[in-house]
């Protein structure tokens, strides 16, 4: 005999949200989500013209704590979605959004991203999705004297295999992503290339609160034309290395500069390895070991274990409600005097 007891409570119809904190945000195309300060406005109708349509309108404002990028960074969205169609459910989201920020150690002017995508979401568990997204969108950078706008349209595959025990704090399972876009080609715009980004990372418990945390990454471009290179220091769509999300003992994005003005310089391939090894403390507090070894090159018969540059050096996490805090310092193994210290939201993965 079991007693039940079920307690229904309707979700009002409209209504107005906010939040804010330490979050992570996407800030370019060829770079790993970064921490920042941020908070979110949202007015929401859950039955736009009584239909079982949303309508929700968001405006955020970050600014990332990576050295280089401490700039704020406005985004406002408008998104439609739907969760069935056809008597299927298969999420589906058309949205519209307008984006205003600084690159790199950019002083003056504005870069203004804007336009649409339609995106949709099969779910094959909690965690675990495949997403398809169709993007229009135009990039806009006012202090250029030779001003020229670029008009990219995107087709995304991004898929995700979620089999860890935990997705804040992980100390067994795996996790495999893949994501494949399309840039151009029957789809129009200036530019037509492709790039595909894949990576896998697992969770081995070597005692009762001490995990193993392993990650390769492994990224490529192709049919990249020279040509797009004098967009790049708008776009950054190459791959990028540097930073708390990626390599730790080198500044955000900096692993290759320029030559001259020590401006971060992107590659066609990326190679990222990630170990750590992870433990309690005391109270809310624990600690991290780890070593980054990471490389960047435009061919592939460069990609080699010789030409991996490592970084280790150990961290500071404290488990908050919405995830882990760390602090980590890291130093190039090759150059033991290169200190750089890291803050960053959540576990680097």
């Known amino acids: 005999t079991v007693n039940l007891v079920i307690e229904l409570r309707e979700l009002n119809r409209r209504e107005i949200l906010s939040s804010g904190g330490l979050i992570a945000v996407t800030v370019n195309e060829g770079v790993d989500p970064v921490s920042a300060l941020g908070g979110d406005v949202a007015w929401k109708d859950r039955r736009i013209f009584n239909s079982a349509a949303n309508l929700e309108?968001?405006?955020?404002?970050?600014?990332?704590?990576?050295?280089?990028?401490?700039?704020?960074?406005?985004?406002?969205?408008?998104?439609?979605?739907?969760?069935?169609?056809?008597?299927?459910?298969?999420?589906?989201?058309?949205s519209g959004f307008f984006q205003s920020f600084r690159n790199y150690e950019q002083k003056k002017g504005f870069i203004y991203r804007y336009g649409f995508q339609l995106a949709n979401i099969l779910r094959l568990d909690y965690r675990s999705y495949i997403r398809t997204i169709l993007r229009w969108e135009l990039f806009d950078d006012k202090k250029r004297v030779d001003k020229n706008d670029i008009e990219n349209r995107s087709f995304r595959l991004v898929g995700r295999l979620d089999r860890a025990n935990n997705p804040l704090y992980p100390s067994r399972g795996y996790v495999i992503s893949a994501e494949i876009i399309s840039v151009g080609g029957l789809l129009g715009g200036n530019r037509t290339y492709q790039k595909i980004d894949t990576g896998i990372q697992g969770y081995l418990p070597i005692s009762k609160a001490w995990t193993i945390a392993?990650?390769?990454?492994?990224?490529?471009?192709?049919?990249?034309?020279?040509?797009?290179?004098?967009?790049?220091?708008?776009?950054?769509?190459?791959?990028?290395?540097?930073?708390?999300?990626?390599?730790?003992?080198?500044?955000?994005?900096?692993?290759?500069?320029?030559?001259?003005?020590?401006?971060?310089?992107?590659?066609?391939?990326?190679?990222?390895?990630?170990?750590?090894?992870?433990?309690?403390?005391?109270?809310?507090?624990?600690?991290?070991?780890?070593?980054?070894?990471?490389?960047?090159?435009?061919?592939?018969?460069?990609?080699?274990?010789?030409?991996?540059?490592?970084?280790?050096?150990?961290?500071?996490?404290?488990?908050s409600p919405l995830g882990p805090i760390r602090l980590d310092y890291a130093y190039q193994v090759d150059n033991p005097g290169s200190g750089q210290l890291n803050l960053g939201f959540l576990y680097i993965f």
């Open 57 to 94: 309108i968001k405006s955020l404002l970050a600014i990332p704590v990576e050295t280089g990028l401490q700039y704020p960074r406005a985004t406002v969205d408008v998104l439609l979605s739907n969760q069935w169609i056809l008597g299927l459910r298969i999420p589906t989201e058309l």
């Open 214 to 319: 392993s990650r390769i990454k492994y990224g490529m471009i192709f049919n990249w034309n020279e040509d797009y290179d004098d967009y790049e220091t708008l776009l950054y769509d190459k791959f990028y290395l540097g930073g708390s999300s990626s390599l730790r003992a080198w500044e955000a994005l900096k692993f290759l500069t320029e030559t001259g003005n020590n401006l971060p310089k992107g590659e066609l391939i990326r190679l990222l390895v990630n170990l750590e090894i992870r433990f309690p403390l005391v109270w809310l507090f624990g600690g991290e070991l780890f070593l980054d070894g990471g490389q960047l090159t435009n061919q592939v018969k460069n990609i080699s274990l010789d030409l991996i540059k490592w970084g280790m050096g150990f961290g500071i996490t404290f488990a």
